[in-house]
């Protein structure tokens, strides 16, 4: 089944990057027991006559990969291309240091010296300890409210205010953790799991959408409420003495929103600064997952307890 399905993949990206007809054959040799590894195919880019070996069990170092690259070209008599359903950032890189062909379906084609095509509007991202802010933005708004699963990045813009090249990167990067991959023309995000799952394996990449905190001068009844004020709405804690707002750095711009109060006992709310929108789920408190990243640093006892209701009651999507 993972061989056809890459083989689909495989065409169909071909095709897409390079506007034109592709297709593979089925190669069925006998050949030595450790060159039994892969699946081949055969097929033609741009006139040049290519062996696809399906990897499915990654094992090797790109050396040997470079290494077995030669031994299939003697043996079949045509350039060798490696073809991958998932393949690390750092391995990629590895290939393409020691020009071994390869193809990661939907991601990249890299065939040296004839060929270095990425995926259309998406660049390869650095292997960071923190998604960005809008990939966790992204991921949050699917898990909330489900509506992020089929989409283009042009529809998941407009949802989430942001510019469709920015969600194009946001695609790229997802799909480099491993948590969704994209498919079509126009492409089309779809997760490699849901709910639970998927919120358990962003989680590691997951950091506190909090930027800043500032005592505020005026209230801001516009923002959503968060952090103690939103933890006391959803749970028994008691909130806070003042009202805590959330906002974006953009919304910082507009007229009455913040004055800087000239003592702290003078402050009328807090006003805490997010990476990302705090309504990119449309409440008028933040959303549950990322008031529990915004408050999963703090030690008292009490706020810990109420952080795990927020994830006990979720409805996941």
């Known amino acids: 089944m993972f061989k056809v399905e890459i083989a689909e993949k495989l065409v169909r990206y071909v095709r897409d ?11 069925s040799v006998k050949l030595p027991l450790f060159l039994r590894r892969y699946k081949y195919f055969c097929g033609s880019i741009l006139g040049k006559k290519l062996l696809f070996a399906f990897v499915s069990d990654d094992e090797q170092s790109p050396s040997e990969y470079a290494k077995m690259a030669v031994r299939l070209q003697s043996e079949f008599g045509m350039p060798v291309v490696f073809v ?4 690390a950032l750092a391995k990629r890189n590895a290939l393409i240091r020691n020009s071994v062909p390869f193809v990661v ?11 270095d095509l990425h995926e259309r ?10 998604m960005r802010p809008a990939s ?12 992020v699963e089929g989409k283009t990045s042009k529809e998941m813009a407009a949802a989430l205010h942001y510019t469709q090249m920015t969600l194009s990167n946001v695609m790229s990067e997802i799909v480099e953790l491993g948590l969704c991959e994209v498919e079509g023309w126009p492409k089309r995000i779809h997760f490699k799991c849901r709910g639970l799952e998927l919120w358990n394996a962003a989680l590691p990449k997951f950091k506190s959408p909090v930027q800043k905190i500032l005592p505020n001068a005026k209230s801001t009844p516009d923002f959503c409420v968060a952090g103690m004020t939103a933890l006391s709405e959803l749970s028994m804690v008691a909130p806070d ?8 750095a953009s919304d910082l711009k507009g007229a009455g929103v913040y004055e800087r ?14 990476h990302y929108d705090p309504k990119i789920c449309g409440d008028v408190h933040v959303d549950r997952l990322s008031l529990y990243l915004s408050l999963r640093d703090d030690d008292d006892p009490r706020v810990k307890d109420a952080e795990e209701g927020l994830l006990e009651d979720m409805k996941w999507q």
Not at 105 to 115: N, R, V
Not at 136 to 147: F, P, Y
Not at 241 to 248: E, F, G, H
């Open 241 to 248: 003495p003042l009202t805590v707002y959330a906002c974006c």
């Open 121 to 130: 509007g998406v660049k390869i991202v650095e292997s960071r300890r923190e």
């Open 84 to 87: 991958y359903g998932r393949l």
């Open 261 to 274: 109060p000239r003592y702290e006992d003078e402050a009328k709310s807090v006003l805490q600064v997010w």
């Open 105 to 115: 379906p939907m991601l990249q084609l890299f065939l040296p010296p004839y060929l």
């Open 17 to 27: 990057v390079l506007d034109g007809a592709f297709r593979v054959e089925s190669l």
């Open 136 to 147: 966790q933005a992204l991921i949050i708004r699917q898990l909330v409210k489900g509506d």
